[in-house]
């Protein structure tokens, strides 16, 4: 009898999953990816996920659980309706996966119990599906219900497999988990530390050196004759007009780079540290050093401005009330690498929770999550994001109220929290919280080798894949001073562009979703999908190739690659008309989006607003136009901007870049040019494959350059490129090793969010939704 | 109650009170037995963070009870005076033939009036939660 009431409710449970999704990262993008009409996620009787855990039976976890989200993840899962089933997704959702870092809790089942796992990084949206069939299986055959819900002893339904207990059914060998019996290193059996690279025996020709323009040897000559001995430029510089200067005088210098030099650097591009402490040579450099990078935009040329600091917590000036930005990169500093800075209206922990011990980005400071006390449902529970009336004082009299809105809101999409000091529907203050999707790919870019950490830039802006590798290999390339085929510029430029369209895509159809329309969504995918299908004709790799190498790309196009291209540039441009058509002619979402949001022309370029976010205040700034990289000097191409920064503006504008988008694809295809795709410097890439196959010397070179990574020659570099989000920078310090010394990357959304609290002062509710979603629905890559 | 003999406006059905009230009877019986089923078939597990509002997968902050903004009365207000408007529309729709010109041009006078009414509030501003908004620009 109660077999047959169990086999009833079974299948009732698991033709009608009410799935919700926990999504962070690239796994969730092929989540959304498995909802649209393509894959067809209805036949599981969910045709909508649900967003609030009430309505929910299945939690999909998409992606990494970082150790400052856990405890909404967990919270989540309390609150679901019985019976609860979990399942987890992607490589670093189960294990930490690639993501073996401080910040990253190492598998979801350390703190909540799974049901079915989802390998991959990320998964396919095919194996979403699957994974759902699986569960349905799993529910079919496995639970029995009528026992638990009769009040009957016994039954079983929902999860209920135990979490991992660290120690006893969780190893956390970085070997896996095949190593179990095998003694770590410093037995009586094994040398006690590995030899590591033997890149400082070698020898590299130095650093690339550039010839300094007029224009920066006036600024130089500028500041000389300013601040005397105060500031040193540098004697070699792979990239820019580089500048020593004393750390008392350093605010005083910005604020001559600011106001009164000429040209004026009107935008803080960048603002970072470096721990010196584990040079090879450490009694040529300070403690700590601060790294300023400045842009002035007529004539387009950077500065770097350097500043030494000294002793264990040291401490300096704040440069807050010169950029508004600065605030939070100092935040950074200070979360990051212990750096107090005196003045700072607001010192606090930005990336890592509030109570987090150290500062990650030490040296000192161990990165592997895999050598830290395991994070488990405790931590969780203990560890709790700060309450909001720690940013706003709540009203006794309740006239005003404090509104988290995030990390899980379907709004925010995962990553950042805001809160809204409300009063009724209109907000009257504003404060973010980020860090929920801190993936700490700075410290990896220390201990992953030069080649091994381009996978990782490609996850750092998850939608754009291989767009992130573009200015990281740049900067590689500009230290060593590689020269780069053009064949392999041009298949660059092919991805970078394709990728460009495939974010704004997504852009188009999500941020009309947000504002009510489903429709857009389900349109935009599907082309979106297809440029997802020629990345991986080409590059094999979907959502992240990992395509790009220093000196050129992994391989060389296919046969046949122009086909799907051709076809798909046969299509686009007249369903582009369509999405304009169903979207800005709509008058409901020009309501929703006209005159919404407005930002301010001198606003957006004191925060460090870029992207087409800034070309919609009026700036024609483009550094693909501005400041050519590659080969974009020689192809033609419009930069559209606009005066009235409003949501639908930046809407309107992207959708003409996709334009702008296929125009330079059309001449990349006619322009292809023959010959390698690699560049012939072998002491620095990996050799061309059939190369390697014949001559040893080739092959002696794909040996050292795969497994211990290129001997990069001491030095740094700044490049960066323009990503569809806005520009996206990577500092790269060399040592002369075989890996980076200090990666750092400048994410286009950590300046470009830091404009809402402005722009969102008086907006109701509804509002906000538009302004964040137009702005930029996903901002990928405010936490690296 | 008199029973409604006009055959040529409705269907023959007698309403009585008896009837009435074994239908409302057994409605609420209905609700009952569904509500205390399923109350007692289900499994529960309540803790804590179930028993929390949900904000975002945060603890929320301050209490449920706060003071209302003045637009949300009044928007509340409004629709109450345009929802009254639907009965006396739809009793009067019932019954259009029967009650003949007159009635008509009553009800037209009516509805004008609330139209008015309605056409004031919203050049006043009173439909716009947020000052000012309704009266944008239309810049494109």
């Known amino acids: ?784 | 109650m008199v029973p409604v003999n006009h055959t040529y406006a409705l269907s023959s059905w007698t309403p009585a009170v008896f009837s009435f009230l074994a239908f409302i009877f057994a409605v609420f019986l209905m609700l009952a037995v569904l509500m205390i089923l399923t109350g007692f078939l289900g499994e529960k597990r309540v803790n804590e963070n179930k028993l929390r509002p949900y904000e975002s997968g945060i603890i929320p902050t301050g209490s449920v009870p706060l003071r209302y903004p003045v637009p949300f009365f009044l928007v509340a207000v409004f629709f109450l005076i345009f929802d009254v408007e639907g009965a006396f529309i739809f009793s009067w729709a019932v019954a259009v033939e029967a009650l003949g010109v007159k009635a008509m041009v009553q009800m037209t006078f009516f509805i004008f009036v609330l139209l008015m009414g309605l056409v004031y509030i919203w050049f006043k501003g009173g439909l716009a939660l947020k000052e000012g908004k309704d009266k944008r620009a239309e810049r494109r």
């Open chain 1, 1 to 784: 009898m109660s077999r047959a009431v169990d086999s009833v409710i079974n299948w009732a449970r698991a033709t009608s999953l009410w799935p919700m999704y926990f999504g962070l990262s690239c796994c969730f993008v092929e989540e959304i990816t498995a909802w649209t009409p393509r894959y067809d996620i209805a036949r599981f009787g969910a045709e909508v996920l649900r967003l609030s855990p009430r309505q929910a039976d299945l939690l999909i976890v998409s992606g990494t659980v970082f150790k400052k989200v856990a405890p909404v993840v967990l919270r989540l899962y309390e609150q679901m309706a019985e019976p609860k089933w979990v399942i987890s997704m992607g490589s670093c959702a189960n294990t930490g996966g690639m993501y073996d870092v401080y910040s990253v809790v190492q598998g979801v089942n350390q703190i909540l119990p799974v049901d079915v796992y989802i390998p991959g990084c990320p998964p396919r949206p095919e194996a979403v599906l699957h994974g759902l069939t699986r569960l349905q299986e799993k529910i079919q055959s496995g639970e029995r219900p009528s026992g638990k819900v009769f009040h009957m002893s016994g039954g079983s339904h929902g999860t209920v497999a135990p979490v991992l207990v660290d120690g006893e059914t969780k190893t956390r060998d970085t070997r896996g988990p095949g190593m179990n019996g095998i003694s770590v290193r410093g037995s009586s059996v094994t040398p006690p530390d590995f030899h590591g690279t033997r890149a400082q025996f070698m020898w590299t020709p130095p650093a690339a050196q550039i010839t300094l323009s007029p224009v920066e040897n006036e600024v130089k000559s500028q500041l000389v004759r300013r601040f005397g001995d105060a500031v040193a430029p540098a004697e070699k510089s792979a990239d820019m007009l580089t500048v020593d200067v004393d750390q008392s005088r350093a605010a005083e210098v910005l604020q001559f780079l600011k106001f009164g030099s000429s040209p004026r650097f009107l935008r803080l591009e960048d603002y970072t540290a470096v721990d010196q402490s584990a040079r090879q040579n450490p009694e040529h450099y300070p403690d700590f050093t601060l790294v300023y990078h400045l842009l002035a935009f007529d004539p387009a040329v950077r500065v770097r401005i350097r500043a030494p600091l000294y002793g264990r917590y040291p401490e300096t000036q704040s440069i807050h009330d010169l950029w508004q930005n600065a605030a939070w990169y100092e935040r950074e500093i200070y979360d990051m690498f212990g750096i107090r800075f005196s003045g700072h209206p607001d010192l606090r922990r930005l990336l890592m929770p509030e109570g987090w011990q150290g500062h990650p980005l030490r040296k000192s400071y161990n990165g592997r999550a895999t050598d830290m006390p395991a994070y488990t449902a405790e931590d969780a529970r203990n560890l709790q994001p700060r309450a909001g009336e720690q940013f706003y004082r709540v009203d006794e009299h309740g006239e005003s109220y404090v509104l988290n809105i995030g990390p899980h809101h379907t709004g925010t999409h995962g990553i950042i929290r805001y809160i809204a000091k409300m009063d009724g529907e209109t907000i009257t203050g504003l404060d973010m919280d980020i860090g929920y999707h801190h993936r700490g790919a700075e410290k990896i870019g220390e201990r992953q080798h030069w080649i091994q950490y381009i996978p990782y830039t490609d996850r750092v802006d998850y939608l754009v894949g291989a767009a992130n590798e573009f200015p990281y290999v740049l900067a590689v390339e500009k230290i060593a001073g590689i020269r780069v085929p053009e064949r392999a510029e041009y298949i660059r430029v092919l991805f970078a562009e394709l990728s460009r369209i495939a974010n704004h895509m997504a852009y188009m159809g999500i941020t009309a979703n947000d504002v009510g329309a489903l429709t857009p969504n389900f349109y935009a995918f599907r082309d979106r999908e297809m440029i997802m299908d020629i990345v991986e004709m080409i590059s094999g790799g979907r959502l992240h190739p990992a395509f790009f190498r220093p000196g050129g790309v992994a391989a060389d196009l296919p046969e046949g690659w122009k086909e799907p291209v051709e076809a798909f540039l046969r299509v686009f441009p007249k369903r582009l008309g369509e999405y304009e058509k169903i979207t800005l002619k709509n008058p409901i979402f020009r309501a929703r989006t006209v005159d919404v949001g407005l930002m301010e022309k001198h606003d957006a370029v004191d925060l460090g607003v870029t992207g087409p976010n800034l070309r919609s205040t009026g700036v024609n700034w483009d550094l693909r136009k501005n400041m050519p990289y590659s080969v974009y000097d020689s192809l033609d191409f419009d930069v559209p901007t606009d005066t009235i920064s409003d949501c639908w503006t930046r809407f309107r504008l992207r959708a003409e870049e996709c334009r702008q988008s296929v125009r330079i694809i059309r001449q990349v295809i006619d322009q292809m040019p023959g010959g390698r795709y690699i560049s012939e410097d072998y002491r620095y890439v990996v050799p061309q494959r059939q190369d390697m196959l014949k001559d040893i010397e080739s092959l002696i070179h794909h040996f050292v350059n795969v497994t211990r990574g290129p001997k990069i020659p001491s030095g740094e570099a700044y490049a960066a490129t323009e990503n569809p989000r806005g520009e996206q920078g990577y500092y790269i310090v060399s040592d002369g090793l075989g890996f980076a010394y200090r990666v750092r990357i400048r994410g286009s959304s950590f300046t470009n969010v830091q404009a809402f609290p402005k722009i969102c002062k008086g907006a109701t509710i509804a509002d906000f939704i538009a302004i964040i979603g137009a702005h930029d629905y996903t901002p990928a890559d405010i936490d690296r």
